[in-house]
């Protein structure tokens, strides 16, 4: 018979009763560690893709839907609408969402990845149009999936920093779905052109047309007197010149118009592509702009 420690014997009884009592400890064991895992699953971030923005209507290719990221087991969360570049004719919402949510969603923020229709199956203002539509479904459902309704912001690189830039700066677009500017928080425009009337000239014809006076109705320059609200505007120090001039004269131009809550900055190390595609490097400077920007119109 087995000698416990202190050297007395255990009889059959005792035996039996030492190895129920660990049999029962290691069911609590797995039992404890099942509902960790259990529970730890439960605060996964959350993906939904693919969601119809625009109701009872199909675009081609999956231009009319969108990706939710959503921090898991979280209510209540700030809301950062995305959408991507490619000069209004190229791009698609899937690997610029995943890259954007994957330096915000571990933070707290929601991140909405949304298409749009491209040229050249549409012109100006559909483009728009679309980013005007996929905001407001936000502003209107993010509640369900766990987004803050009152605290959504608009963003872009490139072509869809533009777009994000004039859903703020142009009222007209989301006043289409009944929303007033301060529907969004702020608006955080990446390496955006802005000056429609300077970049067209040089940009193929079936984007705003061949009318300066359509482009200047498409540029921001209409709008900069009457702005409101907070804008971030990033651009990287390898983009190029006129870029630069494009964001710094636009930054300048709000303030002299007596609206101060645009901000623009410029981040080294980085040109044009690998602003984006450097998003979550370990010297990525972006993710804490951004991060910052929310926590301070909070």
């Given amino acids: 018979m087995r000698q416990p420690p202190d050297g007395k014997t255990l009889d059959v009884a005792s035996a039996k009763e030492m190895m129920m009592f660990w049999i029962k400890r290691s069911c609590a064991l797995t039992a404890m560690l099942f509902l960790v895992a259990v529970l730890s699953g439960c605060a996964q971030d959350v993906v939904t893709r693919d969601i119809a923005y625009v109701s009872g209507v199909g675009y081609e290719g999956g231009k009319g839907l969108l990706d939710i990221y959503m921090p898991g087991g979280s209510t209540d969360v700030p809301v950062v609408v995305f959408f991507h570049g490619g000069a209004l004719r190229a791009g698609d919402k899937g690997p610029v969402g995943q890259a954007v949510a994957g330096c915000l969603v571990p933070h707290g923020i929601a991140v909405v990845s949304a298409n749009y229709r491209l040229t050249p199956s549409v012109m100006h203002p559909a483009h728009v149009q679309d980013a005007a539509s996929a905001t407001a479904w936000v502003v209107e459902n993010i509640a369900r999936y766990g987004g803050d309704a009152e605290n959504v912001y608009v963003a872009g690189h490139s072509a869809g920093a533009y ?20 529907s ?5 425009p990446i390496s955006a052109f802005l000056y429609v009337e300077e970049t067209a000239p040089d940009r193929p014809k079936d984007v705003w047309g061949s009318d300066p006076v359509d482009w200047l109705a498409a540029s921001v320059t209409p709008h900069i007197g009457s702005a409101e609200g907070r804008m971030l505007l990033i651009y990287a120090d390898g983009d190029e010149e006129w870029r630069h001039r494009q964001n710094d004269t ?19 190390n980085r040109d044009h592509r690998s602003l984006m595609t450097e998003l979550n490097a370990s010297d990525d400077q972006i993710g804490d702009l951004i991060r ?4 301070d119109s909070e």
Avoid: K, Y
Avoid at 163 to 182: C, K, S, Y
């Fill in 292 to 295: 910052r920007f929310i926590q």
């Fill in 184 to 188: 969004i928080r702020g608006s955080i």
């Fill in 250 to 268: 636009f930054g300048e131009a709000m303030r002299s118009a007596g609206n101060h809550g645009a901000q623009v900055i410029e981040v080294p």
């Fill in 163 to 182: 777009l994000a830039a004039l859903l703020t700066l142009d009222p007209t677009h989301l006043g289409a779905h009944g929303l007033a500017p301060g």
